[in-house]
């Protein structure tokens, strides 16, 4: 036969390993079908929630052509000269639709001159009158130059309030002085184009409309400076032409090589294309899911001016005018007359109209009743040939420099995805926060409680847990991109490949789990791998957030690497945002100017804003981790603090204080950043439209949240049990109620049909201190955003309602709501009033016998005649939902100095007693009093009267043992000059002297148990209840700790003391009086020489049989089962017992016998039982029945009883009733058979205390009929 050894190490495969993992692993999350199913079923909740949001907006069929989604409700098809419908933010005309017309220089010169004007300040100030003739000044006169001496300077008028635009031009040499400032000057001359006497409009000379400037360095420090665009001698930059290579000397005038470069306004606000596309960064020549005319980028370069100056300067290189090198100056005839057209009508007709199609002139010309067709057919010839002078030279506009796009196929389109571009992303990096925490908790938790390094003792390889659990929650996240793949196909993404969508979500869920593997192999703590593991996740989304359109393809996919960067990315993608690629132009814009660094910086506020809200999602789980831990059972330290005597109001107090204090700190930081950052909408710096108390409100907002986020966790905390769970779950709901109602509020403001909805909706989620702190930011960064768009000139009130005024209204209230709230829950969990259950009838009572002194001390305090002990307990019942009956009924007094021992095994009711007692739960029925004070009205007054230590060690762990000792003795009330020596005596009691100044985390079981003794007996309260004080003592501990009680009970009559402990030997060197619970019901009382007198009669005879060796066991099997299978079927159970000799050993293989569970467990377990465990046991039973059919012959059948078997142990109780057994006849009687009985060893001993605890914990049946007793209906 093959040896079991052998057997085991064949079926000790990597496949068997993995099987029976990825077993445990399914249970694991099927009996936790709530947290499995929201790892499956969070991230579908945010595409649904977007989903459904898109459905609230209605989308657009656009037709093939020149179309677009104007009205939405019904794209509109178009001609493409369609001669109105456009409008650019920064020209005051109605322009084409799309075919546009480049402005001409003459246009741009105008221009200048309108946008000094509408960017004026403060212009109300000026009366009626310096109004009129300012405005009429710059923009009919077109006085504009800044030298106050000449005759067209600024109108004084205009002083402080107006300042001019300029063409830059760089460098100031004699080339772009003499020669090209002097030429242009040629080209264009200040000419009036209307004179009559009730309109003029003149346009500004070339040399009144430039700015000249020594180097490109000097241009960018002017833009950057403080004095920019403060007065008139320095007027503001609309454009700068800087020739970075020219000729120079005797080259002028020559043609060669010239590079120059356009530098114009870089202003733009959120989304907007500015005044020029930016184009710093790579661009492909349409973007890959561009469907729309996109008219902003060529509308921008074809009327604002920057393809004017490029033709400007295209003709000046054309032309290169003459050059006279002897007096440095130009004729501005061109060198080559072919360069220049020739006149003719037809021509000129052709070139004029460039001026007509100029939306610049258009928008001069908006306040006059004219319009410039009639302007040109009333001038004179001389002003005509002016004007036709630069529209000759080459490239002349003979088609009238039309811009116009393709037109387009038919398509849907959806406002939806623009609207929410700024927040789509971070939405899908919240979907995923759980899962990531709900991976790393299951990960770090088997390290952290040593299960994995159990399952490799055993012989599981490390590589094989993690391919099981890979291999789980490869299915988990299979199984969630499906489900997220048909959630967004319903509605987010509906014309997205179910495929691609499907594989996105589950490779980023591979790459979230890989991630957690990573993060898991960091840290031993879950909490704390937990929380680290989201900041990260959510630290590499914040990576994304750098890329812009400016951002290279190579640095984007490096940024992938990280995979919420590539969420980031692809969902961007998904909604029809393209990436740039193909490097074609560079531009250089003008720098920030304080005002445009004004409009950015409000557009960037809103991230700020969202970042904040998001940082403070995780401060409430710092909070939580900390109070639920303090009153889970292993734990506890906060009852043992209300137990030593604080109050609730003080507790939570304490706990306030410290809070904001720790709060304080991000706080202040996340202030400090704002201010230094100079984020204008919430400090108020640089803002125009922000009012004085703008930091000041901001401030304010932080404080009250303070105020606010504490208490609202402390209500939270009510809700958990697992301090790890409960971070958790706290920061995902923050989330939820703080980050995601916030966006979704800010979703549904974007959209009419929902904003009302919204603005009702708005006071229920103001409920939440997190969405009041991002909404309030976001307001005041709308407000501002909207002020400097719309150019609003009032001054935004921060504590206006629509801005910040509710939320800070419903942070003061749920500051002091929350507060209130905390109390009541702590208060009614407390100090509840019993808790007497209609149902709880005594009748199951009666059942059961009560043992004569268990009922004569219930009668002795019924009588009253225990009023005056220390303890006293009256009918105490505790019943636990679902009808267990944990405590049945207890009544009994202890008087001053005794020390009382409470015995029974784990289960009994020991500890929910002592619980009742201390106020940590509350009783079902019945009461008691502790030093004459009722415990359910009385509670604060108990709780003077009694020290306490829990079956489990209520430390602080970062707390020395001198410092629990100073901290409870000062709760307790000692004088503060006698505190050291109080705590010097109790150290020195129970022999902590060497650990005096260690952390209690870094002591030992026992010398935690020691300190947790010495709290509960600091102060000398009158009462103490030490639960199971002496665990994991050493017995030098145990005596030292003996001494202290008896001195304090028995021997100084100082204290009662109510001791719970397994340690028979501790029970009978303490206790004055004992008690024995089995099942929630006292079966026995008294002192310990009372109990052995009434239920220690007889003798115990404690065997151990000897095991049948290999040989019996062969021949045994081989003759039962002969050369068949060598396992026992159900089937075959009673036919083989026969074959054995005993058919009703059959009957034995039952869960309920002490020795054929195992039997009957194998058979359930792997239908069979093994051949040699079948023969072993059938041995053992018959040399157990042998022996005891000996012992019944010899006592009688009513004097032996079987006490315990276990294997090939059994213990028997011997009785007596007139002393006839003795020791001497019990050792006769065995030696006599000992051979016979094939006895290995025995004992005979009389009957101790912890054999008659044993009898009656034995009693199984009994106990189960009352712990599961079931309420019955009468």
Not at 202 to 208: A, C, L, R
Not at 322 to 339: K, L, R, V
Not at 551 to 576: D, H
Not at 829 to 849: G, V, W
Request: hydrophobic share 45%; net charge negative.
């Amino acid at each position: 036969m093959q040896t079991s050894s052998e057997n085991l190490e064949q079926r000790r495969t990597s496949w068997t390993f993995i099987r029976s993992l990825l077993w445990k692993n399914w249970l694991i999350k099927n009996r936790q079908p709530a947290a499995t199913a929201c790892e499956v079923l969070v991230p579908t909740f945010f595409i649904l929630l977007l989903g459904i949001l898109k459905l609230l907006t209605t989308t657009v069929d656009v037709p093939a052509g020149w179309s677009d989604d104007a009205d939405n409700t019904a794209g509109t098809r178009y001609n493409l000269f369609q001669p109105t419908g456009r409008n650019i933010e920064w020209v005051d005309a109605d322009l084409p639709k799309f075919a546009l017309h480049e402005s001409t220089m003459t246009g741009l010169m105008l221009k200048l001159a309108r946008q000094s004007i509408d960017d004026g300040l403060r212009l109300e100030e000026l009366s009626a009158s310096d109004l009129t003739a300012c405005r009429t000044g710059v923009l009919a006169g077109g006085l504009v130059d800044t030298n106050t001496s000449s005759p067209f300077s600024v109108p004084t008028e205009c002083s402080g309030k107006v300042v001019p635009y300029k063409i830059g031009i760089a460098p100031d040499n004699a080339f772009t002085r003499n020669y090209f400032a002097e030429a242009m000057e040629m080209w264009y001359p200040r000419l009036d184009l209307l004179n009559s006497t009730t309109e003029t409009l003149t346009i500004p000379s070339f040399k009144e409309s430039i700015q000249f400037f020594d180097t490109n360095d000097a241009l960018t420090d002017y833009v950057k400076s403080d004095t920019y665009g403060d007065n008139f001698d320095n007027p503001k930059i609309y454009a700068a032409i800087v020739f970075d290579s020219a000729p120079s000397g005797d080259d002028i005038g020559t043609f060669g090589s010239i590079e120059y470069s356009l530098r114009l306004n870089s202003t733009k606000g959120e989304d907007l294309t500015g005044r020029v596309p930016t184009t710093d960064g790579s661009l492909v020549d349409v973007e890959s899911f561009q469907k729309d005319i996109i008219t902003d980028y060529y509308s921008a370069y074809t009327v604002t001016g920057f393809m004017t100056l490029q033709t400007l300067v295209t003709r000046f290189v054309t032309c290169m005018p003459e050059w006279n090198s002897a007096n440095q100056s130009s004729t501005g005839i061109c060198q080559s007359s072919q360069t220049t057209a020739v006149a003719s009508t037809e021509l000129d007709n052709t070139l004029l109209d460039s001026l007509s199609n100029d939306g610049l002139i258009q928008e001069a010309l908006g306040g006059l009743s004219t319009n410039m067709s009639d302007v040109l057919a009333s001038l004179t010839d001389s002003t005509k040939e002016s004007l036709l002078t630069p529209l000759r030279q080459a490239p002349q506009s003979m088609l009238g420099s039309t811009v116009a796009p393709f037109p387009v196929d038919s398509y849907t389109s959806s406002p939806f995805y623009a609207n929410v571009a700024s927040v789509f992303s971070i939405v899908f990096i919240m979907a995923y926060l759980f899962t990531i925490s709900r991976i790393l908790v299951v990960l770090i938790q088997e390290k952290e409680l040593r299960l994995r390094e159990f399952m490799k003792i055993l012989g599981v390889t490390e590589k094989t847990i993690i391919l099981t659990w890979y291999m789980t929650y490869a299915a988990i996240l299979f199984v969630g991109a499906v489900v997220q793949a048909l959630a967004g196909l319903a509605g987010l993404f509906p014309n997205s490949s179910l495929i691609v969508t499907f594989l996105f979500f589950f490779l980023f869920g591979l790459s979230v789990l890989a991630l957690a593997f990573l993060i898991s192999t960091l840290f031993s703590k879950a909490r704390v791998g937990a929380f680290v593991g989201m900041v990260a996740f959510f630290a590499m989304y914040a990576v994304s957030q750098g890329f812009s359109t400016g951002t290279g393809e190579s640095a984007k996919r490096l940024g992938s690497v990280l995979s919420p960067v590539a969420l980031a990315l692809g969902v961007k993608v998904s909604t029809g945002s393209a990436s740039n690629v193909n490097l074609r132009v560079n531009n250089y814009p003008l720098p920030y100017t304080a005002a445009a660094k004004a409009v950015l910086n409000s557009n960037t506020s809103f991230t700020a804003s969202l970042f904040i809200c998001i940082a403070f999602t995780f401060l409430p789980a710092s909070i939580v981790v900390f109070l639920v831990k303090e009153k889970q059972a292993e734990h506890n330290s906060k009852h043992q603090q209300l137990v030593s005597g604080v109050s609730l109001p003080a507790f939570w107090l304490s706990n306030y204080i410290w809070d904001f204090i720790m709060y304080a700190v991000p706080g202040v930081c996340a202030l400090a950043l704002i201010y230094v950052f100079k984020i204008s909408a919430l400090t108020g710096q640089d803002c125009d439209n922000c009012s004085s108390s703008t930091f000041p409100a901001v401030i304010l907002l932080f404080v009250l949240f303070g105020l606010a986020i504490c208490p609202f966790t402390y209500c939270l905390s009510f809700l958990f049990k697992e301090h790890a769970s409960a971070q958790t779950y706290t920061i995902v709901l923050n989330f939820m109620i703080g980050v995601v109602l916030m966006l979704t509020s800010f979703i549904l403001d974007m959209f009419d049909s929902t904003s009302d909805v919204n603005s009702v909706l708005k006071f229920l989620w103001r409920f939440s201190p997190l969405f009041n702190l991002g909404s309030a930011l976001l307001n005041m960064v709308t407000a501002d955003v909207d002020s400097i768009q719309y150019s609003e000139d009032g001054k935004t009130n921060p504590f206006s309602g629509d801005v910040m005024g509710w939320e800070l209204l419903y942070l003061v209230f749920t500051a002091a709501g929350y507060m209130s709230f905390t109390l009541y829950l702590d208060y009614a969990k407390t100090f509840a009033k019993t808790k007497d259950d209609a149902h709880d009838h005594e009748n199951y009572d009666e059942n059961h016998a009560i043992d004569e002194d268990v009922q004569k001390e219930a009668d002795r305090v019924a009588a009253g005649d225990a009023d005056g002990d220390a303890v006293k307990l009256v009918g105490l019942r505790k019943v636990y939902p679902g009808g267990k009956v944990a405590v049945r009924n207890l009544s009994f007094g202890l008087k001053r100095g005794e020390c009382f021992g409470f015995l029974g095994i784990n289960g009994a009711g020991k500890t929910t007693t002592m619980k009742m007692l201390t106020g940590d739960v509350q009783p079902s029925h019945g009461t008691a009093t502790l030093g004459g004070f009722d415990i359910l009205s009385q509670q604060i007054e108990v709780r003077r009267q009694i020290g306490y230590c829990p079956q489990f060690d209520a430390l602080f762990d970062l707390l020395s043992v001198r410092e629990h000792l100073e901290l409870f003795g000062a709760i307790k009330g000692i004088p503060q000059a006698s505190l050291d020596r109080v705590v010097m005596e109790k150290i020195q009691q129970l022999n902590l002297g060497d650990f005096e100044h260690k952390l209690a985390g870094s002591l030992s079981g026992g010398n935690k148990r020691k300190l947790s003794v010495a709290i509960a007996m600091i102060g000398n309260p009158a009462i103490i209840f030490l639960d199971e004080p002496s665990t994991g003592m050493d017995p030098v501990s145990r005596r030292f700790m003996w001494d202290v009680i008896a001195d304090i009970s028995t021997r100084g009559k100082e204290s009662t003391i109510v001791l719970t402990t397994h340690s028979m030997e501790e029970c009978e060197a303490l206790c004055s009086r004992v008690g024995i619970m089995v099942g929630g019901r006292l079966r026995c009382l008294g002192s310990v020489q009372h109990l052995k007198s009434r239920f220690g009669d007889g003798l115990v005879f404690d065997v151990k049989l000897d095991m049948p060796n290999a040989d019996e066991l062969e021949y045994l099997v081989h003759n039962i089962f002969g050369n068949g299978s060598e396992f026992v079927t159900p089937v075959e159970l009673e036919d083989k017992c026969r074959a054995f000799g005993n058919a009703q050993l059959a009957e034995r293989v039952t869960a309920s016998h002490p020795t054929g569970y195992s039997l009957a467990a194998a058979m359930e377990r792997d239908g069979f039982i093994r051949a040699e465990a079948f023969c072993s046991w059938c041995v053992e039973e018959t040399r157990f029945d042998d022996l005891n059919d000996y012992l019944v012959r010899a006592f009688g059948a009513s004097q032996v009883v079987v006490m315990e078997r276990q294997n090939d142990f059994a213990r028997f109780k011997v009785r007596s009733s007139n002393n006839e057994v003795k020791l001497s006849k019990m050792f006769a009687l065995v030696e006599d058979v000992k051979a016979k009985m094939h006895i290995r060893e025995y004992s005979v001993s009389q009957t101790t205390l912890e054999q008659i605890f044993n009898s009656f914990a034995s009693q199984q049946e009994e106990e189960q009929g009352v712990a599961r007793g079931v309420y019955q209906q009468v």
